[in-house]
């Protein structure tokens, strides 16, 4: 980056960045300058202190080919009321920069919002963004964003525990799940489940977690107190879907690639429906 002098448009100092790409824009703010940056297809912001020289790389989007953005970048960035916009050349959406926080929020038709869970206590909606790695704090009363959480790379499903409030989120592509303070966006543990796992379901009456792995064709049974494994049970081939009675603590499995439906109890399956199509 380099500093000039506005009198006479000498140059008065280069700023040097951490890595080699392609600076797209620069905004001030609060004696801070943001630079946008494309680094091979990846998006990166960085917080310049103009004062001591010191580049903090602040947060970085994801290929905006990987979105479902082709042929275009970000190519604007602004400020406002403390926020950064960037904006894309079309059809690109907006994203909404956070730099406390360091989390976005990517504004378009093709967010991807792939599960959401509605919490009865709270009165509120949580709905993960698979591609921006954030859950979308939403009132259904009026429609609104009231608050916007950091959570785990690429998730997938999502489900809530009514007696503490706490969230959990499945990571589809690191093969985890993990329970989040949604007041705060704090990750309270992280545990390894099976292959590319899908959906998350609580139970109530059983105090259990049941993940759907869909590679691994198995359902991953967790504690919810401690993250701990209590069992691995096999079911039909690419299990995706996944609900639960809460009456009777059973849990239903769709297996895609099987045409059936595994009926889990505990920790067992007791019996399997077959359907004539994939559910």
Not at 6 to 11: E, F, H, T, V
Request: charged content about 15%; proline content about 6%.
């Amino acid at each position: 980056v380099m500093v000039y002098n506005p009198y006479n448009l000498s140059i008065t100092k280069a700023i040097k960045l951490p890595s080699e790409g392609e600076p797209c824009s620069l905004t001030y703010y609060d004696n801070t300058l943001y630079l946008l940056e494309d680094v091979l297809g990846t998006q990166h912001v960085y917080e310049i202190n103009v004062e001591n020289d010191s580049v903090i790389a602040l947060i970085a989007f994801p290929s905006l080919f990987d979105l479902g953005y082709p042929f275009a970048k970000y190519n604007a960035l602004t400020e406002a009321n403390g926020e950064l916009i960037a904006v894309g050349s079309s059809p690109n959406p907006v994203a909404v920069i956070n730099v406390t926080s360091e989390v976005w929020m990517g504004i378009g038709v093709n967010v991807e919002d792939r599960d959401g869970v509605f919490d009865p206590i709270t009165g509120y909606i949580y709905a993960v963004d698979y591609d921006s790695n954030i859950i979308y704090v939403i009132n259904p009363a009026n429609d609104k964003v009231v608050k916007i959480l950091p959570t785990v790379f690429n998730p997938a499903g999502i489900t809530y525990n009514p007696e503490n409030g706490y969230l959990y989120v499945v990571s589809h592509c690191f093969n985890s799940l993990a329970e989040e303070n949604p007041y705060n966006g704090k990750i309270i543990w992280n545990t390894t489940v099976g292959g590319s796992p899908y959906d998350v379901v609580f139970d109530t009456k059983n105090d259990l977690l049941y993940v759907t792995d869909s590679d691994s064709n198995t359902v991953t049974v967790v504690n919810p107190n401690n993250g701990s494994i209590v069992a691995g049970v096999q079911v039909g081939k690419d299990p995706v879907g996944i609900t639960y009675n809460p009456y009777t603590g059973t849990v239903y499995v769709a297996n895609v690639k099987s045409d059936s439906i595994s009926v889990i109890n505990g920790t067992s399956v007791v019996f399997t429906i077959n359907v004539s199509f994939n559910p």
